[in-house]
Nanobody, 112 residues
Framework: VQLVESGGGLVQPGGSLRLSCAASGFIFNNFDMSWVRQAPGKGLEWVST????????HYGDFVKGRFTISRDNGKNELYLQMDNLKPSDTAVYFCTTPTGARGQGTQVTVSS
């Protein structure tokens, strides 16, 4: 299993970022996929999960309509569109499989 996240960066409060995760080494469209994050000095926090066909999505309460998870099974890619970002969203974001495999993460920093 290989997961490679990208798309993070530095953005001002209220800004947007689109994270991507390239998956390989397993049958991507057989599995629900998730995003989790880890803020400095804190544990992993679940962000969002998407079903195998992309029709079913779930989000952490803190998202409140700001993030959208999606997937492209033809490309074996997972995405997280993040809008109206807040400083509290600053974290390393990881895509994960149901077994807990994750990549190296991508850093998101929200600061003015």
């Amino acid at each position: 299993v290989q997961l490679v996240e990208s798309g993070g960066g530095l953005v001002q409060p209220g800004g947007s970022l689109r994270l991507s995760c390239a998956a390989s080494g397993f049958i991507f469209n057989n599995f629900d996929m998730s995003w989790v994050r880890q803020a400095p000095g804190k544990g992993l926090e679940w962000v969002s999960t998407i079903g195998t066909e992309g029709a079913v999505t779930h989000y952490g309460d803190f998202v409140k309509g700001r993030f959208t998870i999606s997937r492209d099974n033809g490309k074996n890619e997972l995405y997280l569109q993040m809008d109206n970002l807040k400083p509290s969203d600053t974290a390393v974001y990881f895509c994960t499989t149901p077994t807990g495999a994750r990549g190296q993460g991508t850093q998101v920093t929200v600061s003015s």
